[in-house]
């Protein structure tokens, strides 16, 4: 059942600088209780195309210029301020990368969830404090009840960051949006993270978009993920099939550059020549093609839109052919062509 | 086999904070951050330093590079004791070691230029001034895959990547033997990481450098590193040849920190046996009695809480401080 | 070489956006209408006291009773005092101690107070507590009273003001610059100067001044309205410059019994007064803004 409809989403900042593209229409779907990963380096849209779907994004500067967010069917890119609230928090809740500034540091952490639960979902004080400390429980926070008149300073940042989760599903969300949670977590902490988000998302059936530009992250949590690059969404499909397969330049590019625990080291890097582009003058045709080794002269003034590599596997690519034979040759991370 | 040769010997490391309390800022404690660290670098290798948040891997680095005044024990560099120098004698030793740092836009100085940055260190040893200084600017911006253009450009104005070669470059001019890596591509995008990663690489084989790199990113340490050494709450645990430490770990936090280790193989994530560590990592101010790792250890026995267990060579180069393996 | 990302320059392909930060600052100074208003203004009343002698056929102190309190006319554009001394005239030798106070306290209070400041925050330890606690006790001097207590006691003059000025007003340089080099003492690039071996004071003169010099410039030129106004204030009281000296308060002190039917007397100098603070506080206010280091670099 799709829960989560995303069509041509469009968002644009303006600022003094000029009018910077951050995300250029992508569309995609999310079922119930599926795990979407959205995978990229800085700047390449996955957050603000996120927050602009629950309007937390500052407008201006930001603006959303297009497209359509349909949850459940109703489309909440266009709710009228006043309706907002009742999708953030209830249907959609999200957790943030930075657990200290997103947790109110001079409200116990028993208050904060308990407004949230009040709010969205009416409960009288005391059954709020009940929510609480079951939430609080659900995320492995020992001897919740005592915990309740503590500030979150004085939790560890992993503990901060299951607080986070608990707020987050207390009023029990159909959708999760986890945006770099664990990227300022210790490896240890960050898989048990990973694992409380794992268990949560099957006990409750949450859908879960975890954003992060962590392939290894990605691997663990997600089914299918979207991989995402100047705003544009370049590839698309199961994991294992783009992990196996991958049909994007970009893709290829990340996925070789990534050094491996469980393989050797008696080679070079493979890596993406250049830089991430400027957003505000992207360049004509496929945003990808100052960096591409398989650019052709089509790539210069067109660009690709998504293609079926495989069913369910999609690439946003002109040369996909050259790139796979490429590929079958000379397996990936094998240094540079 | 010919024995390396020992470039930097840390013997017995101690670095201990005070912590203040009061009108009077009484002292109360110590923050142990490291607690009785040694190790040798041999020349041309790299040695990989782990551990996560607390562990006292940073401060080891600035131990060493005498940036800290040690608490206690010795470094030896090139056969000399920098614990025992002080003034002119260590500013001339500085040469010998250098440091890049994880932050590229605090790193650089905003208000010089390139060319300052550069040739500032340069001046001030007595290495080249003037027209030859500038020359060898060029040549470093060459090196590490700049354009010699940008001597007057100021680091606002270069990307993060860029900066960080910068900072190489900087740490290049001394012409040092030992660099210590602090997280150099932590701050980085991926794409950029590895590019950062190959630079090192390939000048280690081009000056034939010797480095102690840091990071909290297992599988890069991994790949760059000839041998590796996991530190917990200021102390190693065990530090091996990287191959061997990886494939078979012998501490049980080691084995932890690789189970969480995420592997960019959704097929392998799938089926992987996961070691997941309850709880978090205690305060250095207050480690716990025994063995520090205690506290968390799936395989913790009677007398870990006891006693602390010595590091030892269990296997040829392979060094473990646990009871589990020990006489 | 190949021509990559690296070799060009940052912000598009050929496009060369480089902005040095004082060329950057200047841009944004010259956009705001008060700070040039004031910069203006600064350089001409600079003028005007420098050039006076030749810009006035009078004497400052020529004494006519004849002509005494005239009401400005073609001869005597602003009019004549009570001493039928030329006010035009008596108003422009006025701007020489105005200026003089204003900047000389603002030297001296860098001169004492930067290296005193740069030294503990960047030092610290005993020497920080030393200079914190004088800091502490000069800053709860009560500022007038003291300025005034001084003058009183060393006899009013130009030069004693400067000092009294200066006495009390060093710490407030001072607190600045140990605050800003305790912030830029903890960046990585001054780490890095150590791991380099580079000497202390090359630290202190070439990485951490640079840093705060716009602060010093701005905290100079935000201390001049005040100065001023102290001038103006002191010498009202008869504390200032002695007479027949001008000075725009001395004067503002002369008008007090005659301003109901002479107004002249009073309405410019005091018009002058105003202007100067606006002016210098636009000035001061336009640099903070230019040189923001927050937002900008």
Known sequence: MTLLKVRDLEVRFYTKDGEVRAVNGISYSLDQGETLGLVGESGCGKSVSTMAMVRLLPEPPAKITGGQVLFEGEDILHLKPADRHQVRGGKIAIIFQDPMTSLNPVMTIGDQIAEAVQVNLGLSGEQARQRTIEVLTQVGIPKAEDRLADYPHQFSGGMRQRVMIAMAISCRPKLLIADEPTTSLDVTIQAQIVELVRRLQQELNMAVIWITHDLGVVARIAKRINVMYAGYIVETGPIKRIFKRPSHPYTVGLLGSVPRMDLGTDRELYYVEGAPPDMIRLPEGCPFHPRCRYRTERCLQERPLLVEVEPEHRAACWNIEGLLADQANQPMGEGRA | ?327 | MTTNALTTPVGGEDQVRYRSFWVGAWRRFRRNKLAMFGLGYAVFISLVAIFAPFLTPYAYDKIEPDIALQAPSVAHLMGTDLLGRDLLTRIMYGARPMILVGVVTGLAGLIVGVPMGILAGYIGGVFDWVVTRLVDMFSALPYYLIVLFMVMVLSPSLTNMVIALTITGWVGSCRMVRGMTFSVREQDYIEATQALGIPTWRVLVFHILPQIAPLLLWGFAAGIPSAVFAEAGLSFLGMGIRPPRPSWGQMLGEAGSYWIYWPHMFIFPSLMITLSVLAFQGLADGLRKALDVSTNL
């Open chain 2, 1 to 327: 086999m010919a024995e390396p040769n020992v470039l930097v010997k840390v013997e017995n490391l101690k670095q201990y904070f005070p912590i203040k309390r009061g009108l009077l800022q009484r002292v109360v404690g110590h923050i142990k951050a490291v607690d009785g660290v040694s190790f040798d670098i041999y020349e041309g290798e790299t040695l990989g330093l782990v551990g996560e948040s607390g562990c006292g891997k940073t401060t080891t680095s600035r131990a060493i590079l005498q940036l800290y005044r040690p608490t206690a024990g010795k470094v030896y560099m090139e056969g000399r004791d920098l614990t025992a120098m002080q003034g002119e004698e260590l500013r001339q030793m500085r040469t010998r070691m250098q440091i890049i740092f994880q932050n590229p836009y605090s790193s650089l100085n905003p208000r010089m230029t390139v060319g300052r940055i550069l040739t500032e260190p340069m001046q001030v040893h007595g290495v080249a001034k003037g027209k030859e200084a500038q020359e060898r600017v060029a040549e470093l911006l060459h090196l590490v895959g700049m354009n010699p253009y940008f001597v007057n450009r100021f680091p606002a104005e270069f990307s993060g990547g860029q900066r960080q070669r910068i900072g190489i470059a900087r740490a290049l001019t001394v012409n040092p033997s030992f660099i210590i890596c602090d997280e150099p591509i932590s701050s980085l995008d991926v794409s950029i990481q590895a590019q950062i990663v190959n630079l090192l690489k390939k000048l280690q084989r081009e000056l034939g450098l010797t480095y102690l790199f840091i990071s909290h990113d297992l599988s890069m340490v991994r790949f760059i590193s000839n041998r590796m050494a996991v530190m917990y709450l200021g102390k190693i645990v065990e530090l091996a040849p990287s191959e061997e430490i990886v494939t078979t770990p012998l501490h049980p936090y080691t084995q932890a920190l690789w189970s969480a280790a995420p592997i960019p193989d959704p097929e392998i994530e799938e089926s992987r046996e996961r070691i997941v560590l309850e709880g978090d990592v205690p305060s250095p101010a207050n480690p716990p009695k025994g063995c520090r790792f205690h506290t968390r250890c799936p395989q913790a026995m009677d007398i870990c809480r006891q006693e602390e267990p010595l590091l030892q060579e269990l296997q040829p180069g392979h060094w473990v401080a646990c009871h589990r393996y020990g006489n």
